[in-house]
């Protein structure tokens, strides 16, 4: 399957996507980033991929930013749209226009934590558990159906960096088993209810 992927930073996780591509049926049509001084540009670049830069602060209005975000993402026609750490917020036009084919990853126990600084806010709920969430993206942020998640045991040594460091190992190894899914047609969103070889998951 053809995919977009959308970043705002590092790329870790579009990093991952990129190194198991083969094994997972997703050819990367083309990376695009919200920030032009992303680290993922680079990746991108590196690995071949169509790379491009739409820089939010060059739009007044997020309707705006969207239409040429969609105008970008439509040239490449994917069957999937991954956002790999995209933070800005997408329109509910965007996501309708999109329903089902765009999919976001999340560093905490959705529904818990959405929003930013999740691991930091972690460790001030004194959680026994974090980790991290795939869910379908609808116009509700951080609040589409939820495909997969993976826990971690938070210890008392803990704080929000190597929170981070742990959950960023789980999400490299999750969201290409669920991107997996996707590709090899066994994951479909069916109005709110995600299907898993046809049955709610
Ligand atoms: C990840 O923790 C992702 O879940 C969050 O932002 C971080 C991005 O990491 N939304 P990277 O850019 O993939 O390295």
Redo the contacts with the bound molecule.
């Keep these: 399957m053809n995919g977009v992927v959308l970043?705002s930073?590092?790329?870790?996780?579009?990093q991952s996507l990129i190194n198991k591509s083969n094994s997972i049926d997703l050819n990367i049509s083309c990376v695009i980033s919200n920030v032009p001084s992303a680290f993922?540009l680079e990746r991108s670049t590196r690995s071949g991929i169509d790379t491009h830069t739409l820089n939010h602060k060059d739009y007044t209005s997020r309707h705006t930013f969207d239409n040429n975000l969609s105008e970008i993402i439509n040239k490449y026609n994917p069957d999937i749209i991954i956002l790999?750490?995209f933070?800005r917020i997408l329109t509910e036009e965007f996501t309708k226009k999109y329903f089902g084919k765009i999919l976001n990853?999340?560093?905490s126990l959705l529904p818990k934590f959405q929003g930013l600084d999740t691991h930091q806010r972690v460790i001030e709920a004194k959680e026994k558990k974090h980790g991290?969430s795939v869910h379908f993206v609808t116009e509700h942020l951080d609040g589409g159906p939820i495909i997969a998640q993976r826990v971690i045991d938070v210890l008392p040594s803990d704080d929000a960096e190597s929170l981070?460091k742990k959950?960023?190992i789980e999400?490299h190894k999750i969201y290409p088993e669920v991107v997996q899914w996707y590709t090899s047609g066994r994951l479909k969103l069916d109005n709110d209810i995600v299907l898993l070889d046809n049955k709610p998951i």
Excluded at 9 to 14: E, I, M, P, Q, V
Aim: a negative charge; proline letters at 5%; glycine letters at 22%.
């Design positions: 970043i930073g590092n790329g870790s996780n579009l993922g790999a750490g933070m990853i999340h560093p991290v981070a959950v960023l999400e």
